[in-house]
């Protein structure tokens, strides 16, 4: 994760904007070889900067562009990141992209900036799931349950679960290493809190399983005359 990447962020194909991300260490160093703006200052992270991008090899324009940086750790991958919206020419893309990698980057790998995300703690492991999902949903129940996981709805249990067998490891090992010191915990309560942790997980298993179904094509036979 030294090493910085680029990749188009919107749909292949022909459109009014295409968004190319490039996120590393080499992120703004490499995009202030190649843009030109009236405002060459300073770059201030999340504002939006407009020019040109300019193939330095020829310095000709390859296209107007809007320029955002979003500065370490406050960005989707928790790096140094840079978004180009340029027009939406496959043609414009390419030549783009062929003159970052040009300059250092590497072309990412499919899920990368996620991935990323998700290795420098900006997205837990279901919430890193969910961007895919959500960038996949094909009704407006797969969209819900998407925005739902995003935003956390499966990290708060699951965290709340973890921390409360935590806690009772705790206790159990004080009982056990100072049985003289402190109150031993009853055995009933030690199951009953086991026992709630594995109603509470169940419950996530089950609305996990509700969740599948809802992204389960109905299958119809239509059979006879």
Known sequence: MNDTIAAVATPHGIGGVSVIRISGPDAAIITKQIFQSKKN???IPWRVYSGKIINP???EPVDEVLVTYFKSPHSYTGENTVEISCHGSPVIVEQILSIIYHLGARAALPGEFTRRAFLNGKLDLSQAEAVL????SESKAELRLALRMLSGSLKQP???IRTNILNLMA???LD???PDDTPSIPLKDVVVQLEQAQRDLED???AGNRGAASKTR???VLAGK
């Open 171 to 173: 206790n159990l090992e």
């Open 57 to 59: 090899a020829t310095t």
């Open 133 to 136: 999902q959500l960038t996949a």
């Open 176 to 178: 056990l290493d100072f």
């Open 41 to 43: 200052r300073k770059w």
């Open 158 to 160: 699951i965290e709340t």
């Open 218 to 220: 109905l299958q119809a």
């Open 204 to 206: 996530i298993i089950r």
